[in-house]
């Protein structure tokens, strides 16, 4: 019986490896550009409805876009201001929490050592921490200082307006670059790309801030500390599926516990967590997104630790929409629709 082999050419399973370094290698180097761009059009997808808004009622289309920014950037400014000032004190506060943490395991493992006989041999006074500054380098490394966040932020103002103002221009520029001849296949893909990416981004995000504005209200009936800065960092957490909204919880219990040192307060926060998580997770954002993105869980959870080991916290917020952008295109482009199929989730086959 001849059997015969078949091989695969060297260079279909090195150009792809290439690529993908090739296009890492310059995000990382070209981040203080290209993060700003993506927020910019982040933005300008959420704001657009608004500016769409002020346009029904007369208003001229360069000065809606305008007064979409000014009250944007304004509350957004104030938010910032009051998470700054939050997050610099539970910053500081840290060492304190966690070191509160590990007296309370050292206590628990001295007064049940007949059950650990091992844990004599641990001095867990080692693991206490004087300053977390290490941790915050990290997660604001893209904010190397003052003047830099202010460049990136004057940045993203301008390119969100370019976008908004010009977006009917650039549109027409995306389908001439299709060629004359598909003009019309163009403008479909590119209207479909454009109602499910907004749609998805709108939900997303607003189901994320609904949740993040309600989860500090609810901190703050509780008496919580921090419920500024801890509410809507369980609302950022809650872009990352599955894992997200579980990491979200953790600070907050772990807050009140040393915080009131009583269980009720934690059995009220955790009652909280679920109720509005298994709400908005379940219910809510599966019935506002139907069947707009189908995304397979392993290659989003990929995603967010690819982005973020990329560019840092700010990756986990983009992760998302990037990967969501990526399988619309995908599906849309016959020779990257393989792609698209390994990101989509149970049941879909592409377009």
């Keep these: 019986m001849n059997q015969y082999r078949q091989y695969l050419p060297l260079q279909n399973l090195a150009l792809p490896f290439i690529g993908v370094a090739a296009v890492t290698a310059f995000l990382y180097f070209a981040s203080p550009i290209v993060i700003p761009l993506i927020i910019a059009v982040s933005l300008a997808y ?7 808004l002020l346009k029904k009622i007369k208003i001229p289309h360069a000065l809606a876009v305008i007064l979409v920014l000014i009250i944007s950037f304004f509350i ?4 910032g201001y009051f998470l700054f ?63 830099s966040f202010l460049f990136s932020l004057l940045l993203i103002l301008f390119l969100t307006f370019f976008i908004l103002n010009d977006q009917n221009m650039l549109k027409q520029k995306l389908i001439r670059a299709f060629g004359r001849s598909k003009e019309k296949a ?44 801890l ?6 957490l809650n872009l990352i599926p599955y894992v997200g909204p579980i990491i979200g919880a953790f600070p907050p219990l772990i807050v009140a516990a040393v915080q009131f040192k009583a269980l009720m307060p934690v059995i009220w926060v955790l009652v909280l967590f679920l109720v509005l998580q298994n709400l908005e997770g ?3 954002t599966p019935k506002l997104m139907g069947d707009k993105l189908n995304l397979s869980p392993l290659a989003v959870l ?5 982005w973020t080991w990329l560019w840092g916290a700010i990756g986990i917020v983009l992760a998302i929409p990037i990967t ?28």
């Excluded at 959420?46 to 769409?52: D, E, Q």
């Excluded at 990929?302 to 690819?306: A, H, K, L, N, R």
């Design 186 to 229: 163009g403008s479909d893909i590119l209207e479909k790309i454009n109602r499910q990416i907004r749609g998805f981004i709108l939900v997303k995000f607003g189901t994320s801030f609904g949740l993040a504005i309600i989860l500090t209200v609810g901190l703050l009936i509780i008496g919580v500390n921090y419920a500024y800065i």
């Design 85 to 147: 000032v939050q997050a610099n004190s539970l910053v500081q506060d840290l060492p304190l929490y966690w070191n509160t943490i590990v007296d309370f395991t050292a206590k628990l493992l001295n007064q049940y050592k007949e059950f650990f006989p091992q844990a004599e041999d641990f001095d867990l006074r080692s693991f206490q921490l004087q300053d977390f500054s290490g941790v915050t380098k990290y997660l604001f490394r893209g904010i190397s200082s003052t003047v």
């Design 46 to 52: 959420i704001l657009s409805p608004a500016v769409s």
């Design 231 to 236: 509410g809507p960092l369980a609302g950022v």
């Design 282 to 284: 379940n219910i809510i």
């Design 76 to 79: 957004i400014g104030i938010i």
């Design 324 to 351: 969501a952008s990526v399988k619309v295109i995908c599906d849309h482009v016959e020779t990257l629709q393989p792609i698209g199929i390994l990101l989509g989730g149970k049941g879909d086959k592409g377009f």
């Design 302 to 306: 990929v995603s967010v630790m690819f």
